[in-house]
């Protein structure tokens, strides 16, 4: 009987630690400015947070805009704001018309994450967003702009 509950309970114990562990994940959420709850953040095209990340106040994070402007590669570093709640941030626009994602590069203690959010005039584009574990690469962001449908997202 002892034998029988331990095999009962041996994957119950191993769903439940996956599942507290995969609850730490550290990984950005995006949203419309409106999610911030700042009335700083009313322009931004999107806010974000961070989540699994224990002090939130320590992860290092940047953002670049990487577009395509008159069939030319263009990059430029954003300024990332941080709003009145901890791990909760916004990038204002500061590019010019063209084909853009704004990446997201995060770091907390040795995790890292890291986002491609394409934008739009009228804002980010969640279904085109893609999220990963490390921090994007080049080829990974290629690939984002190159998917950019004709004329860009509307």
């Given at each position: 009987m002892k034998t029988a509950k331990?095999?009962?309970l041996a994957p119950v114990a191993l769903i439940?630690?996956?599942a507290?562990?995969?609850a730490q994940t550290f990984t950005f959420e995006i949203g419309s400015p409106v999610a911030a709850q700042d009335f700083r953040f009313k322009a931004a095209p999107f806010v974000f947070r961070t989540t699994g990340c224990g002090e939130p106040q320590?992860?290092?994070i940047s953002a670049t805009a990487q577009g395509i402007v008159d069939s030319g590669r263009r990059s430029m570093t954003l300024k990332?704001?941080?709003?009145?709640?901890?791990?909760?941030?916004?990038?204002?626009?500061?590019?010019d018309a063209g084909r853009w994602a704004?990446?997201?590069?995060?770091?907390c203690g040795g995790a890292q994450a890291g986002a491609i959010i394409p934008v739009g005039p009228k804002g980010f584009v969640r279904e085109a967003s893609k999220f990963f574990a490390h921090h994007p690469t080049e080829g990974e962001i290629d690939a984002a702009l190159k998917a950019f449908p004709e004329g860009g997202y509307k």
């Open positions: 331990c095999l009962l439940c630690a996956s507290v562990a995969s320590k992860a290092e990332v704001a941080p709003s009145s709640k901890p791990g909760v941030y916004g990038v204002f626009q500061q590019w704004v990446i997201l590069k995060g770091s």
